[in-house]
């Protein structure tokens, strides 16, 4: 078999390959503790854009964290036998929408305030799921490569 025939016919089976990795069918959806990750890494975000005053980022990262607590409310009823799906929709898409209306007014310390809320909230929902050992806590620095400062105008 010449050369580029052998080329042509890995080329196809590696095309085939990846298109059976990115079909629905072999998508799995995230699991708990990823989303919580993601929603850790937003909430830091969140509170490094709060600190800057940054209202339109600050107002993106929490978007990203409703989506998150909406999405394991209505596809995650339940883990290690708590109403985990229940939890995020009673308890913590509220305290985000007290963040939310505070960094929409622009009124910053209702904004630090609401952002301890949320945290606190988290450790609460930790607590009632038997999982109190993972406590959220206000972080120090930055540890992302962004700058979360105001971009001029």
């Not at 606190?120 to 930790?126: D, E, F, R, V, Y």
Request: with cysteine.
């Amino acid at each position: 078999m010449s050369e580029q025939r052998k080329f042509k016919r890995r080329s196809l089976l590696l095309g085939a390959m990846l298109a059976l990795a990115a079909s629905p069918a072999s998508a799995e959806a995230p699991g708990l503790a990823t989303l919580m990750h993601n929603m850790q890494t937003h909430l830091h975000k969140t509170q490094l854009s709060v600190a800057a005053r940054n209202a339109p980022l600050a107002y993106f990262y929490i978007h990203e964290l409703e989506e998150t607590a909406a999405y394991i409310g209505a596809n995650i009823e339940e883990y290690d036998g708590h109403p985990v799906g229940a939890l995020a929709e009673s308890m913590l898409i509220p305290a985000l929408e007290r963040l939310e209306s505070a960094v929409k007014a622009e009124d910053w310390d209702a904004g630090e305030a609401r952002f301890a809320d949320a945290m606190k909230t988290c450790n609460a929902c930790h607590a009632l799921t038997d999982h109190a050992m993972v406590r959220i806590a206000p972080a120090e620095g930055n540890p992302f490569a962004q700058d979360f400062s105001v971009t001029p105008d």
